[in-house]
């Protein structure tokens, strides 16, 4: 298996806020494995969005692709 850097799980904590369980919405019960993992994806998300924007010339607006 190999091993996930540190600085990896650092940016994870520091990134990847999960709000308190009140704030959950519905649709998601009460499984904080679930909700852990889609935050993770959506913030996964942003920041891609984020880096390839920062990269990019003149921004990227999907609806006007």
Known sequence: ????PQIVEDLYY???LIPDPKDWPEYLGSDPLVVRS???FYYGLRLGYQLSEALQDKPFIPSAE
């Open 14 to 16: 520091d990134t990847v």
């Open 1 to 4: 298996m190999i091993e996930i």
């Open 38 to 40: 889609l935050y993770s």
